[in-house]
């Protein structure tokens, strides 16, 4: 079965960097393009970035645009989120999802706060 | 942005009885390829959200036949024929036709 598990969230001060993961199994990861999407604490959703299958399309949020960067590997069946500058209003829980928001994973927390 | 807009944004139901959602979007959601990219999300407290319904009106594996989807160009419904404790949560719509992908407000449905 499809299986979703991310990691790396946790405490952070603004303007520091995180690297967030996303474990993919049960499917073929290679053929498919994903997403993270975060929600802000008792907020809605909000689409952050998507890469295409292979890596060749990425697009972003204006919110972190310059600043977040996704990637896949495809040899290791992980999508990476990595999080630079980040501010206050970061503070999320972030999903990976694939390609058709058809799998979602259960969420990693991240608090920017001094 | 493509703007998408969900009234009610609360809406309480006594058990047993239909519901609506009603998700308008700022422009049309029928992409080149002649479809309409429009989803339904659900997301129960505590968990991650759930595709219930894919371009407009297909419902996903394990969704109850109870969750219809419907509408056209930038007018979309998402119903519930009869609420059962188990549908509390929160629903989004959300357009995957145009960059970036926007989700609605949601919709906060509850038990009277």
């Known amino acids: 079965q499809v299986q979703l598990v991310e990691s790396g969230g946790g405490v952070v001060q603004p303007g520091r960097s995180l690297r967030l993961s996303c474990a993919a199994s049960g499917f073929t990861f290679r053929n498919y393009g994903m997403h993270w999407v975060r929600q802000a604490p008792g907020k809605g959703l909000e689409w952050v970035a998507v890469?295409?299958?292979?890596?060749?399309?990425?697009y972003y949020a204006d919110s972190v645009k310059g600043r977040f960067t996704i990637s896949k590997d495809n040899s290791k069946n992980t999508l990476y989120l990595e999080m630079n500058s980040l501010r206050a209003e970061d503070t999320a829980i972030y999903y990976c999802s694939r390609w058709a928001f058809d799998y979602w994973g259960q969420g990693t927390l991240v608090t920017v706060s001094s | 942005d493509v703007v998408m807009t969900q009234s009610p944004l609360s809406l309480p139901v006594t058990l047993g009885q239909p519901a609506s959602i009603s998700c308008r979007s700022s422009q049309s959601l029928v992409y080149s390829d002649g479809n309409t990219y429009l989803n339904w999300f659900q997301q129960r407290p505590g968990q991650s959200p759930r595709r219930l319904i894919y371009?407009?009106?297909n419902r996903d594996s394990g969704v109850p036949d109870r969750f219809s989807g419907s509408g056209s160009g930038t007018d979309f419904t998402l119903k519930i024929s009869r609420v059962e404790a188990e549908d509390v949560g929160v629903y989004y719509c959300?357009?995957?036709?145009?960059?970036?992908?926007?989700f609605g407000q949601g919709t906060k449905v509850e038990i009277k």
């Open positions: 959300m357009q995957g036709t145009h960059w970036p992908q926007t």
């Open positions: 371009k407009i009106s």
């Open positions: 890469t295409w299958y292979d890596g060749s399309i990425k």
